[in-house]
T-cell receptor, first 116, second 116 residues
Framework: DSGVTQTPKHLITATGQRVTLRCSPR?????VYWYQQSLDQGLQFLIQ???????AKGNILERFSAQQFPDLHSELNLSSLELGDSALYFC???????????????FGPGTRLTVL | AQKITQTQPGMFVQEKEAVTLDCTYD???????LFWYKQPSSGEMIFLIY??????QNATEGRYSLNFQKARKSANLVISASQLGDSAMYFC?????????????FGTGTRLTIIP
């Protein structure tokens, strides 16, 4: 168990709908990352939040948005869903402490989104 | 930009044998970290081992070791005495020690199958 929790585990919805994925980081971790894993694109970074602020953005569509709340949990909102958005969405967290080594990111169990 | 290359889409190994999974990387940054993650068929991403770019010794974690050859830009994962439970997808990844660049860049993965 990584200590990162994600809900729901599975989500089935229809095209055009909107869904919210939730993530709680490990205790003490300030950074939350969202990744998408699909068959055609592999594992891709979407967005990172650090202590409530957006820190980095990757290949995130405009239809997608995220936020990190004061208690450090994060939500990823996906709207106007398309068939191609079907994927496994991971949240990861790290301490993002300053230092001489990069921080290990620990992943949650993922949310499997199926758009029909 | 960072790039990770895993050239072995699939590998079959006899139980109890050692196995090496290849990973090469490309970056112009001097400070970076290299990671290996395991993804079993259940879908979760499990952190295995980390190597910092300034670490002089190869990282080891139990049966896992990372063969780090900086000049060749390679970071191969060695699993000793393989077990049936090692059957999974294995991903090599890297991140940069740089504010706003801590995202993980992943390779395409290697599917390892352990044969009894």
């Amino acid at each position: 168990d990584s200590g990162v929790t994600q809900t729901p585990k599975h989500l089935i919805t229809a095209t055009g709908q909107r869904v919210t994925l939730r993530c709680s980081p490990r205790s003490g971790d300030l950074s939350v990352y969202w990744y998408q894993q699909s068959l055609d694109q592999g594992l891709q970074f979407l967005i990172q939040y650090y202590n409530g602020e957006e820190r980095a953005k990757g290949n995130i569509l405009e239809r997608f948005s995220a936020q990190q709340f004061p208690d450090l949990h994060s939500e990823l909102n996906l709207s106007s869903l398309e068939l191609g958005d079907s994927a496994l969405y991971f949240c990861a967290s790290s301490t993002s402490s300053s230092g001489t080594n990069t921080d290990t990111q620990y992943f949650g169990p993922g949310t499997r989104l199926t758009v029909l | 930009a960072q790039k990770i290359t895993q050239t072995q889409p699939g590998m079959f190994v006899q139980e109890k044998e050692a196995v090496t999974l290849d990973c090469t990387y490309d970056t112009s940054d001097q400070s970076y970290g290299l990671f290996w993650y395991k993804q079993p068929s259940s879908g979760e991403m499990i952190f295995l081992i980390y190597q910092g770019s300034y670490d002089e010794q190869n990282a080891t974690e139990g049966r896992y070791s990372l063969n780090f050859q900086k000049a060749r830009k390679s970071a191969n994962l060695v699993i000793s005495a393989s077990q049936l439970g090692d059957s999974a997808m294995y991903f090599c990844a890297m991140s940069i020690l740089n504010f706003g660049n801590e995202k993980l860049t992943f390779g395409t993965g290697t599917r390892l199958t352990i044969i009894p």
